[in-house]
């Protein structure tokens, strides 16, 4: 498990029975390397003392939120920058719901809402609890907001019921996080090429034509990729999204452009075209505005295919060629079609007659058509989670 050494891990340790068994995470991570460091709640203080946790982690326990000593040694900002990754094992019915609603009444939620890293919860409660709707409402907000589960498991319980709500075991914690990091330095050595949102083609300098998409939905995917390691570019057209830092964002606004910084971005290891690119582009541009008439005739001429040039390309085409096609009707004949015209690897479409779903939506239900006639249909759900799915199968198919 040498993926493990010398990493920084915060665990944040909260009120359960299972907070014996973050005693165990905490001998597997030191046995591997880890540098630890963690946060007691004050409910997990009932069930394990900082003594015992600083005896086996060899470092300090920070429980307050105003403790003046912690604070002028490490605050809580950067107690979570200081970490690689955050673990919060046993993660309760209170916790989950304080974290999926942004608060930060003490250490540990405001830690938690502080940091920009990636934050694994290991859950652990009643099956009563874990099966309740507001349970469940706080799970699919964490994971929209990136967290990653681990667990739970279905078992006895420590009040003798039977059900899903177990925390994980501690080995399976732990090399779930290990194939974190393995993944991570893996796909550091890849190239990821996204492109996103719509183009304008103009008419004049204050007009143009231009197409309906959000860019969500390759936002997200340029997002789950750089969770995962890859060094993503995303080339996206005009849209009002924000992204993280660590993507290489570059801002384009005609299909042109597009083209332009794609080819400057080749060679990339997989390419996902999820932009809506405007087809036709305006033949002769006015220079200056034009003036209201009866009739403006415009004359449109076909844009370059980014994703056609690309993925028949002898040299630049990358191992993983992926297009999206979105449809109002006959779905799977428009996108098998476009999957061997385009000669892409995969083809992801979704159906945008469906107002549930796609422009604008945050969320998607999509179907993969893949080159070996295999199809595949990712359920409805945030663009996010489905983003994740995808960049999954990426990794599958790449590894
Ligand atoms: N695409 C592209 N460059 C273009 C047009 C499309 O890279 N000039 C890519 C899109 O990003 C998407 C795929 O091609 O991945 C499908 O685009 P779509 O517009 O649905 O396909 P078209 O070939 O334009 O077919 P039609 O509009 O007739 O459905």
Redesign the pocket.
């Known amino acids: 498990m040498n993926n493990l050494n010398n990493k920084k891990i915060l665990l944040i340790i909260c009120g359960g029975i299972a907070a014996y068994k973050s005693l165990e995470i905490i001998r597997l991570l030191k046995k591997n390397g880890v540098i630890i460091k963690t946060i007691l709640t004050k409910s997990g203080a009932q069930f394990v003392t900082p003594l015992s946790i600083t005896s086996l982690s060899q470092s300090k326990v920070y429980q307050d939120l105003f403790s003046l000593e912690n604070e002028a040694e490490m605050d809580h900002i950067n107690l979570s920058r200081w970490a690689d990754l955050i673990l919060i094992a046993p993660a309760t019915a209170n916790t989950i719901s304080k974290l999926a609603n942004g608060n930060s009444d003490d250490l540990a939620s405001t830690v938690t809402l502080a940091s920009n890293k990636k934050i694994f919860v290991a859950p652990a409660m009643n099956v009563r609890m874990w099966e309740h709707k507001s349970t469940k409402q706080n799970i699919s907000k964490l994971k929209t907001y990136n967290y990653q589960l681990i667990g739970p498991e279905i078992g006895d319980m420590a009040c003798g019921e039977y059900g899903e709500g177990k925390m994980s075991d501690p080995k399976d914690i732990v090399n779930e996080i290990e194939s974190y990091f393995k993944n991570l330095k893996m796909n550091n050595k890849l190239k990821a090429i996204v492109?996103a949102g719509p183009?304008n083609e103009y008419i004049d300098p204050v007009r143009f034509i231009t197409?309906k998409s959000s860019g969500k939905q390759g936002y997200e995917i340029a997002k789950s990729l750089s969770k995962k390691g890859f060094n993503t570019t995303l080339i996206s057209g005009p849209t009002n999204l924000k992204i993280n830092d660590n993507i290489n964002l570059i801002k384009v606004e005609t299909?042109e452009e597009?083209?332009q910084a794609?080819l400057n971005n080749l060679p990339a290891d997989v390419a996902?075209?999820?932009?809506?690119?405007?087809?036709y582009k305006v033949k002769d541009v006015s220079k200056i505005k034009l003036k209201k008439q009866d009739e403006l005739n415009l004359v449109l001429e076909?844009?370059?295919?980014?994703?056609?040039?690309?993925s028949n390309h002898n040299s630049l085409r990358p191992k993983l060629v992926?297009?999206?096609?979105?449809?109002t009707n006959n779905l799977e004949n428009?996108a098998n079609k476009?999957l061997n015209?385009?000669n892409?690897d995969w083809?992801?479409a979704n159906d945008v007659s469906n107002k549930k779903i796609g422009f604008n939506s945050n969320f998607n239900e999509v179907s993969i058509f893949y080159n070996n006639d295999r199809t595949e249909k990712l359920k409805y759900k945030s663009k996010s989670e489905i983003s994740d799915e995808i960049v999954e199968k990426i990794i599958n198919h790449l590894n």
């Open positions: 492109t183009t197409n299909a597009m083209f794609t996902i075209f999820s932009a809506a690119v405007s087809d076909k844009n370059v295919d980014i994703l056609n040039y690309v992926v297009g999206f096609a979105a449809e428009y476009k015209e385009k892409c083809i992801i």
